[in-house]
């Protein structure tokens, strides 16, 4: 019994795990956490939902060692951290440097030798930017931010802290990828964090206003006019990827305007994903 080997905590028991602790330690509410068994595994040797918790890395050490007491992870296990302020714990991701990228549906958007005291906004939807880089005494910061269909912020990335509504249906943060869902196979949101300089957004909608952009492995769609992007490189814009209102008033490589909002067919603008999705479609180019 030993050397038995501990079979791995099952899929839907994490996820349980998840939305009862909210999506972080429960003592401190950091979104990078482990999976701790309250009652040792060596004694009861099963994955049971109702015995697991979520400790971040200090404070699952500090309880291995005796420095933190079993009743306290139980009592915060009882009463998580973010149940009760509504959001994670401000996490600071650690990019720096100037030459930034945004790969977006297997579209790279990227800024070379971004300059002290610029920016450069790869997704803009109605003038506001939805990920942006900008260098400031040298410092280069990621600002993110992306909504429910109620426009609601459901994460946001404001100078490289990420905070995330914890009132969602699930989130998931394992390595680099961070994933909210919806539902049991519904990804609203899938994040890849690849610092000092990259972000990839590699699945789920962005969501503003009436405006759906479906992002997938390979391609954007654009739901309201069923306009459909293949690989694209685009090298230098200040502006990416533009859609709705306002236009950009500087160089922008892709630019969408006139956007219906709420009147528009959307069985046919799928039916027309599948079909575009169906067929070997050229690279759209290099911007």
Not at 110 to 128: Q, R, T
Not at 145 to 171: G, M, S
């Amino acid at each position: 019994m030993a050397n038995e080997q501990r079979p791995p905590i099952p899929a839907d028991i994490k996820r349980e795990v998840r939305q009862r602790c909210a999506f972080g330690c429960v003592i401190c509410g950091l979104p990078l956490y482990e999976y701790e068994h309250m009652l040792e595994w060596a004694e009861v040797r099963r994955h049971v939902a109702d015995e697991i918790t979520l400790l971040c890395d200090r404070h699952h050490t500090e309880k291995t060692k005796g420095l933190l007491p079993k009743e306290m992870v139980a009592q915060a296990n009882d009463e998580p951290y973010n149940s009760r302020v509504g959001v994670s714990q401000n996490y600071l991701l650690h990019y720096a440097g100037t030459n930034v990228h945004l790969t977006l549906g297997g579209s790279v958007f990227k800024y070379e030798n971004l300059p002290e005291g610029s920016g450069f906004a790869p997704l803009v939807v109605d003038g506001l930017p939805i990920v942006a880089f900008d260098v400031q005494q040298g410092k280069l910061f990621l600002n993110f931010i992306a909504f429910d269909e109620f426009n609601k912020p459901i994460i946001q990335i404001i100078e490289n802290e990420l905070v995330y509504d914890t009132r969602q249906w699930d989130i998931e943060w394992v390595g680099q990828t961070l994933t909210i869902k919806e539902g049991k196979s519904e990804i609203l949101l899938q994040l890849v964090f690849q610092p000092p300089t990259d972000i990839t957004i590699s699945k789920g909608r962005i969501l503003r206003n009436g405006i759906e952009l479906l992002i997938g492995s390979k391609y954007i769609f654009n739901t309201n006019q069923a306009n459909f992007f293949g690989s694209i490189t685009t090298v230098n814009f200040p502006v990416g990827f533009s859609i709705g209102y306002p236009m950009p008033n500087c160089g922008a490589a892709i630019v969408i305007a006139g956007i219906s909002r709420y009147q528009f067919d959307r069985t046919k603008a799928m039916k027309f994903l599948e079909q575009c999705l169906s067929e070997k479609l050229p690279d759209s180019g290099t911007a």
